[in-house]
């Protein structure tokens, strides 16, 4: 397990290293410096013009001492300082006069041409406002130069919070960041400007992270040893009962490929509670799942019913949603399982579209449900401040549906269904919207973009793998 952390975070971490454990910033500086120097010296030769690109604060600091390091293991290197040196930190004054002492080359002027390797320390996680005047025009022009970028810390102009670019940002070829790796640079688009992402250990103490208490974690592959043992004294009840329901008419290929992730990931026992038009493509195509069959003209009755609550009463988990449509019976039966199941419940695809026009009724708002290149406009609204409002007045209820656990995994669209905001304010505040989402309830989200956020109250996880061979209709 890894943390991934933001600005506030970050800045936790490194005052209570420097202020409260004492470690001195400029150790720290050297170490960052140093872990840089080592990335570049892999990829660098001799005959490279080398060119550090500082801005004024810490980062900038960084950046000089690197080039300083390179300096003097017979590199040619030059700095090239970007805004006002009178407002340079302590920690960039100092490096800034070492550099003067060697007699290192402190360029005055513009002169990128002359270089084909660039130290990116211009910007560091800090960054809060958009990037403009001299600085947004040397960026500009690294970005338009054929050169290699090693990023400090986070491609400048990056937000170290959400990766939106602020206004312009440094295209790297490499990020070297310090101590953990930064939310904005595992979203998009910071994840597309970041290249080739290395994270060095420079000193920070494990305990400054927990005073820190970042909420935001990641797996790698040292954490597959965390996946649950398999019994060998066990049998296929050993392994529970999920229960499936999933496909309409025409949908067999959902419930199919549900079915088949259900068992690949451990379930001893999957049975899909399907229309019966795929009773017989679902017993061919995956023999060892149990089929329970409805007829959709039956669903009114009380036979119905009580077939549905069986089904419902056998699983130790359902999954209700995909293929499963928009019909007056899959309405039934999404209703049925809120209201009717007694273990935990994960909503997908259709199901969250049919839960969203359950709240819709509940609430009584009358707008249709948008399509797929539509977004939900209920009510007028500037920025997520307004959103807020909406968001909460809609979970506040859904939480209220059950006790029991209750499992939603939507993508941008369905979440857009769902909580009743644009997709393009989700995208631009999706970390916001995620935690919104799970804000003060019993509720857990999977929200599914490039990178999938799975949050519960306070709590968040980012998943990190799969690739883009995925944006394929089936692999959800």
């Not at 390091?69 to 490096?95: C, F, P, S, W």
């Not at 003060?440 to 061979?469: C, M, P, W």
Request: glycine share 8%.
């Amino acid at each position: 397990m890894k943390y991934a952390v933001n600005s506030r975070e970050m800045k936790l971490i490194d005052d209570y290293t420097i202020k409260v454990l004492k470690i001195p910033e400029a150790v720290l500086m050297e170490r960052a410096a140093i872990a840089v120097t080592d990335i570049m010296k892999r990829q660098i030769k001799k005959e490279d013009r080398i060119l550090a690109v500082c801005g004024p604060g810490n980062n900038g600091g960084d950046g000089i001492a690197a080039g300083r390091i390179l300096y003097l293991q017979g590199y040619h290197v030059a700095i090239l300082l970007i805004g006002d040196e009178n407002k340079a930190t302590a920690g960039m004054r100092a490096q800034m006069e070492i550099a003067k002492n060697l007699g290192i080359t402190i360029e005055n002027c513009n002169k990128l041409h002359e270089y084909n390797i660039i130290i990116d320390a211009i910007f560091g996680v800090g960054l809060s406002r958009p990037v403009t005047g001299a600085y947004e025009e040397i960026i500009n022009e690294i970005n338009s130069r054929v050169c290699t970028v090693y990023s400090v810390d986070i491609p400048s102009g990056i937000s170290a919070d959400n990766g939106k670019v602020m206004n312009t940002a440094i295209h790297a070829d490499y990020t070297i960041t310090f101590g953990h790796q930064k939310k904005g640079l595992l979203f998009y688009p910071g994840a597309d400007y970041s290249g080739n992402i290395s994270i060095a250990d420079i000193g920070f103490p494990n305990i400054a992270t927990t005073k820190a208490n970042p909420d935001t974690i990641y797996y790698d592959w040292e954490d597959l040893c965390k996946l649950p043992t398999r019994k060998n004294y066990s049998n296929k009840g050993t392994f529970g009962k999920v229960l499936l329901i999933a496909g309409s008419q025409g949908m067999s290929g959902a419930a199919y490929l549900s079915a088949k992730a259900a068992y690949r990931s451990g379930a001893g026992l999957v049975k899909v509670l399907t229309s019966k038009d795929n009773r017989v493509i679902l017993q061919t195509s995956i023999p060892e799942a149990i089929i329970a069959a409805y007829d959709e003209e039956t669903s009114e009755t009380a036979d119905w019913n009580n077939k549905i609550l069986a089904e419902l009463a056998w699983a130790n988990v359902i999954v209700i949603g995909p293929g499963i449509g928009l019909s007056q019976t899959a309405q039934n039966l999404i209703e049925m399982v809120i209201k009717y199941a007694k273990v935990p419940v994960i909503i997908d695809a259709d199901g969250i579209t049919l839960l969203s026009r359950l709240m819709n009724n509940h609430l009584h708002i009358t707008n249709i449900l948008p399509s797929e290149n539509q977004s939900i406009q209920n009510e007028s609204r500037n920025d997520l401040a307004i959103s807020t409002q909406v968001i909460q007045s809609r979970l506040n209820y859904l939480a209220s549906l059950r006790n029991e656990e209750l499992i939603i995994t939507p993508h941008l669209m369905e979440l857009s269904r769902l909580i009743g905001v644009p997709i393009s304010e989700i995208v631009n505040n999706l970390v916001d919207t995620a935690c919104q989402c799970s804000y003060n309830n019993n509720l857990i989200y999977a929200i599914k973009d490039a990178r999938t956020i799975v949050t519960q109250s306070e709590r968040k996880y980012i998943n990190v793998s799969g690739n883009n061979g995925m944006a394929t209709g089936g692999s959800g």
